[in-house]
Nanobody, 119 residues
């Protein structure tokens, strides 16, 4: 099993920045891809970004492309989400997730961290 713990959420003004962290523990060697998702009040959870553990390749949702950067530090078993030029519509609970198989479902989830962007 893999345990994921997010941190770094908070309240920020529009145009500001935040960096989220996701620390993994347990069978971290089994992780193939790590991702960030978010869920705003009254909306479904949506994909934000993902990074492959092996080569660091990344993929982003169109809504955050150019503003958010996902990265990983394999030595620390930690994934980051640098969020710049934040907008009120970025307000959501952000979740870290991991999967062990390419193309498979995300099997492991963190508890989430709240990000609130004020206008």
């Amino acid at each position: 099993q893999v345990q994921l713990v997010e941190s770094g959420g908070g309240l920020v003004q529009a145009g500001g920045s935040l960096r989220l962290s996701c620390a993994a523990s347990g069978r971290t060697f089994s992780i193939y891809t790590m991702g960030w998702f978010r869920q705003a009040p009254g909306k479904e959870r949506e994909f934000v970004a993902r990074v492959r553990r092996s080569d660091g390749s990344t993929y982003y949702a169109d809504s955050v492309k150019g503003r958010f950067t996902i990265s990983r530090d394999n030595d620390k078993n930690t994934v980051y989400l640098q969020m710049n030029s934040l907008k009120p519509e970025d307000t959501a609970v952000y979740y870290c997730a991991g999967k062990t198989v390419s193309g498979g479902i995300y099997e492991f989830w963190g508890q989430g961290t709240q990000v609130t962007v004020s206008s």
